[in-house]
């Protein structure tokens, strides 16, 4: 009997749970899923074998372009922008090509953009593939799976954004008639990175997102704007001051000229 490949699922695991098959059983715990906020986004069919060892295995992370948008085009053109994945702390190296990453590795995600004048914010992040993307980040740039990503924080130069999470999302090509899974060697996840001009008042009150329900409450967003300098030099440069005239003429030095006047008078009343 041959195999035949009869689709492509996505796995998604949250530590803690196990996967779950499409039947009452979810429907009985939908209510606690609610309230921890942790609804697998794929259910996995229990029925699938080889779903263990799945589970256990590493792949890598290829790292789409993201869509970077701005309302003025220069600006977008210009850009550099950068997502990095670390392992376990934000300070270590960056994943290269070659490294894997099972399901419950911590990962830091690093956003950056190198571009004059402009805010960024992270929004429509997915993880999966670009056909099957699982969102992890909404539009409106706050978490959209709180169980795998925090919402990003960001530094006080606002082209600078860190957040904590687990890529537990595994892609599997099922086979009905054999009853297998294969298991990709790679996930793919990308972002849309929006700018906006420093000075722009829509600007100051959309980035960074206030809205997110992981963020702390009392953190001071208007002190961020506030106290940084990128954005002080940029939109309250100190002004310049013309020098007057009178600055420019060259100075006399009247030292060697007093003894000379005193020696002509002191002549003549002899």
């Known amino acids: 009997m041959s195999c035949c490949i009869s689709s492509i699922s996505i796995f998604l695991f949250i530590p803690g749970m196990l996967p779950l098959h499409h039947s009452s ?19 996995v069919d229990s ?27 220069t600006a977008s053109s210009r850009a550099r922008c950068s997502l990095t994945l670390h392992k376990y702390l934000c300070s270590s190296p960056a994943l290269k090509h070659n ?41 409106d740039g706050c978490t959209a799976e709180s169980a795998m990503l925090h919402s990003p924080r960001y530094d006080t ?42 000075c722009d008042p829509e600007c100051q009150e959309n980035t960074p997102p206030r809205a997110c329900a992981d ?3 009392l953190r001071d967003f208007g002190r961020m704007w ?14 310049y001051v013309t020098p ?13 000229v007093i003894p000379l006047l005193t020696f002509i008078r002191l002549h003549l009343c002899y």
């Open 157 to 198: 130069s606002f082209r600078g954004a860190e957040s904590i999470g687990w890529l537990s999302v595994r892609q599997a090509i099922k086979k009905s008639s054999c009853r297998l899974s294969v298991g990709m060697k790679h996930i793919h996840m990308s972002c849309t990175i929006r700018l906006c001009h420093f």
């Open 244 to 256: 007057s005239p009178m600055n420019n003429l060259p100075s006399i030095n009247l030292f060697p």
């Open 99 to 139: 490294d894997t990453i099972a399901w419950n590795t911590r990962l830091c995600l690093k956003w950056k953009c190198k571009v004059e004048h402009h805010a960024m914010r992270i929004e429509n992040c997915w993880v999966g593939s670009v056909n099957n993307p699982v969102p992890i980040i909404g539009k």
């Open 47 to 73: 029925t699938l074998d080889g779903y263990s060892e799945l589970i256990h295995s590493e792949v890598g992370v290829i790292v789409e372009p993201m869509l970077i948008i701005s309302n003025a085009s």
């Open 215 to 217: 963020q702390p409450r």
């Open 226 to 239: 506030n106290e940084s300098m990128a954005v002080s030099r940029t939109c309250n440069p100190t002004p």
């Open 25 to 43: 059983s979810l429907l009985l715990l939908l209510p606690l899923l609610l309230i921890f906020d942790m609804i697998p986004l794929v259910i």
